[in-house]
């Protein structure tokens, strides 16, 4: 039977050096490929990720077991990646945002033509599926990709993030509508 999180820290802070290898395996890929969408630099993705278990690493001692490390985890990622967005001063297509959530920027450039759900299910289209969600506004990206690609639920969602749950579901809806949009225009 495979250890928990809360376990595999237990036996690290009780000595077990190799616990914290296999918590680091655990979550490695995955956080890197979190912190790749907020970049989209691999370098950049490397050295986030890997200053993400740094953190993590010199505050395990004060991790409450009781919570989810995974989600821990995340939360520690996502503001490391911001981190570094806000030291190379980049403008995230979040900043074209109005008060209400608008993109101003997305509403220019999107189509307004409608598409069927079941496009986005189609297999031989994820392609364009992965290449269409590179395009969009990052933030809604991320949420797009820690509920399909890593499984967490919309409220994990919204608590890595650090937003309410309705602005994730709000994120989540607008980012699938601007998926079939774009989308759209591929076919």
Do not use: C
Not at 28 to 34: E, G, P, V
Not at 126 to 149: D, F, Q
């Amino acid at each position: 039977m495979e250890k928990s999180d809360g376990e595999i820290i237990k036996d690290y802070l009780n000595g077990d050096n190799d616990a914290l290898k296999m918590l680091i395996g655990r979550y490695l890929k995955h956080i890197y490929n979190f912190v790749f969408q907020y970049v989209m630099s691999r370098p950049d993705a490397e050295d986030i990720a890997q200053e993400t278990f740094i953190k993590a690493w010199k505050n395990l001692e004060k991790f409450d077991t009781k919570k989810s490390f995974k989600i821990w985890l995340f939360i520690i990622a996502k503001n490391t990646a911001v981190d570094f967005l806000r030291r190379k001063k980049t403008i995230p297509f979040s900043e074209f945002e109005n008060e209400k959530e608008e993109n101003t920027l997305l509403a220019v450039l999107a189509d307004e033509n409608p598409i069927p759900d079941e496009v986005l299910r189609r297999a031989d289209i994820g392609k364009e599926v992965n290449e269409a969600v590179k395009k969009i506004n990052p933030i809604y990206r991320t949420v797009l990709y820690l509920h399909y690609y890593d499984g967490f639920n919309l409220r994990e969602v919204a608590e890595i993030m650090g937003e309410s749950a309705d602005t994730v579901k709000s994120r989540h809806r607008r980012a699938l509508i601007l998926l079939k949009e774009m989308l759209e225009k591929v076919e």
